[in-house]
């Protein structure tokens, strides 16, 4: 079966730089994905976009290039609730991998003792209005309550602007929380301004994790991580840095390899691990946001 990328798509970077920046040993990528490949694992009929292919072998030698120890694979959109891609991935890795599955409301307990069997550790609820129709919250409440014996978590993904009416409704779910890319803020405004001081006074009180990934989706000014930029995304780097610096204990990393539905430019990600020391300022910091914490949330057999 063949597929014909979204016009405009923009491909994962081939080449990317060996980082100057050496990442703590069992440094963990905390959110990246899969794509297909399309002919062995077919994309959703309901897909709102349609990827190039990013193999797990191809993940794996990024991992390896950048110096990366472990992965945490998140489902991807495009596949929808089919997680076969993403759970062969994980089984792949051999221990190596963990996984974050897409799955619908009529899901079985068995289907979920499977999945996390194979490593899978939670699910994704998506509020992004352009990559889903609909989160219905009656549905993700039957969700969330089939997997909290498990001890998985929810990763939740939405709009800074959608928190107000969100917020409820997160503290409401019986698992923990993982947020997803710093919860989207507006970077031409002030860290200090209300929309993400709202942000951090949630993230206080429902005790959520929070992902300090995607400064390339969430820059306004750059500059990008290309041409040897170790200094890239500078509007994000006050936003980034308060989340470590408030939270140290519960902020993860990620590259986002293969950086879905970008349109402005594809980074280099060995210039997004020479970011890493802009919003982590200490080798403490470092080690708890690469190392500590998620082998804490998602390898806590081996941190005990």
Request: glycine share 6%.
């Amino acid at each position: 079966m063949s597929f014909t990328k979204s016009e405009g798509w923009l491909d994962w970077y081939a080449d990317p730089s060996t980082p100057r920046f050496t990442l703590p040993a069992g440094a963990v990528d905390a959110h990246c994905h899969v794509f297909g490949p399309g002919d062995e694992y077919p994309y959703a009929p309901e897909r709102k976009y349609t990827p190039c292919d990013a193999s797990r072998t191809q993940l794996f030698a990024l991992r390896d290039h950048l110096g990366v120890s472990r992965n945490v694979i998140v489902q991807a959109t495009c596949h929808g609730a089919d997680n076969r891609a993403m759970v062969d991935a994980v089984r792949a890795a051999d221990g190596r991998a963990r996984g974050i599955a897409t799955v619908r409301p009529d899901v079985t307990g068995a289907q979920l003792r499977e999945l996390d069997a194979a490593g899978v550790r939670g699910v994704r609820f998506n509020f992004l209005r352009r990559l889903v129709d609909a989160s219905p919250k009656d549905d993700l409440a039957a969700i969330a309550a089939k997997i909290a014996p498990l001890g998985w978590h929810i990763v939740i993904y939405f709009e800074a602007a959608d928190l107000p009416e969100l917020a409820d409704f997160f503290a409401s779910l019986p698992t923990p929380l993982v947020v997803d890319h710093l919860g989207r803020p507006d970077v031409t405004a002030p860290p200090e301004g209300p929309e993400f001081t709202g942000f951090l006074r949630f993230a206080e009180r429902t005790d959520v994790w929070v992902k300090v990934s995607c400064p390339e989706r969430l820059s306004v000014s750059g500059p990008p991580a290309l041409h040897g930029e170790r200094d890239a995304y500078r509007d994000v780097v006050p936003f980034a840095r308060t989340v470590v610096e408030e939270f140290p204990d519960r902020v993860l990393w990620g590259t986002d390899w293969p950086h879905p539905n970008l349109t402005g430019h594809m980074p280099d990600d060995g210039l997004l691990v020479d970011h890493i020391p802009h919003i982590a300022p200490t080798a403490e910091l470092r080690q708890r946001l690469l190392v500590t914490n998620p082998m804490r949330l998602y390898w806590p057999d081996e941190t005990s």
